[in-house]
């Protein structure tokens, strides 16, 4: 059975840097049949793809976001990550983890919220 | 940046049908945009329905059909139930990058 779980600070001051952590049961990260992915809700909005890594690297990422944005895998750990800097009042959100493939975004963590505030 | 366009908000009444829409900026939905929907229920995680315009999980109930339909992707809902009250977010595959929709508001009344 699949499951991914958030972690990471559920509050930051505005400049600071967000690292969110995705642990993962159920699948290997060292899989080459699937890739995994952060997705963002900000409150009453909607969802918004953050970007997409493979297990081996080749993140692809949101325009709007791609200066700030990081993603990596740890797989001894069967986690995977993201870090957003100089964060905004604008991130604050939802944020949550997804396993994708090619064609799909097939299963999701349940989510971790993130304000920034000062 | 590709603009995925859906209808904000759609009311149906118990046992009928409908269905929903997503648009791309960029022109025709093809299956090439490996069009994904994704259905979210208040203070809820999302669940994905269906992926690549048709495929339904193991998981999606047999009333949700997808489709391409006049250069959009399509998710129709037959026989709705009460329980389908949520909403969707279409999801396309931009070449790189997968773009949401801005999603639709499903009200069953």
């Known amino acids: 059975q699949v499951q991914l779980q958030e972690s990471g600070p559920g509050r930051l001051k505005p400049s600071q840097t967000l690292s969110l952590t995705c642990s993962v049961s159920?699948?290997?990260?060292?899989?080459?049949?699937?890739?995994w992915t952060w997705v963002r809700q900000a409150p009453g909005r909607g969802l918004e793809w953050i970007g997409s890594?493979?297990?081996?690297?080749?993140?692809e990422y949101n325009p709007s976001l791609e200066s700030r944005v990081s993603l990596s895998v740890d797989t001894s750990k069967n986690q995977f990550s993201l870090t957003l800097t100089s964060v905004t009042a604008a991130d604050t959100a939802v944020y949550y983890c997804a396993r994708s493939t090619v064609t799909t975004l097939n299963y999701w963590g349940q989510g971790t919220l993130v304000t920034v505030s000062s | 940046q590709t603009v995925v366009t859906q209808e904000p908000s759609v009311t149906v009444s118990p046992g009928g049908t409908v269905t929903l829409t997503c648009a791309s900026s960029t022109g025709p939905v093809t299956s090439d945009h490996y069009p994904n929907w994704v259905q979210q229920k208040p203070g809820q995680a999302p669940r994905s329905l269906m992926y690549?315009?048709?495929n339904r999980y193991s998981w999606t109930p047999a009333r949700f059909s997808g489709s391409l339909l006049g250069g959009k992707a399509a998710l129709t809902l037959s026989g709705v139930q009460p329980e389908d009250e949520a909403d969707y977010y279409c999801l396309l595959y931009s070449g790189g990058p997968w773009v949401f929709g801005g999603g639709t508001k499903l009200t069953v009344l």
């Open positions: 890594i493979y297990y081996s690297g080749f993140p």
């Open positions: 159920g699948v290997s990260t060292s899989s080459g049949d699937y890739y």
């Open positions: 690549s315009v048709s």
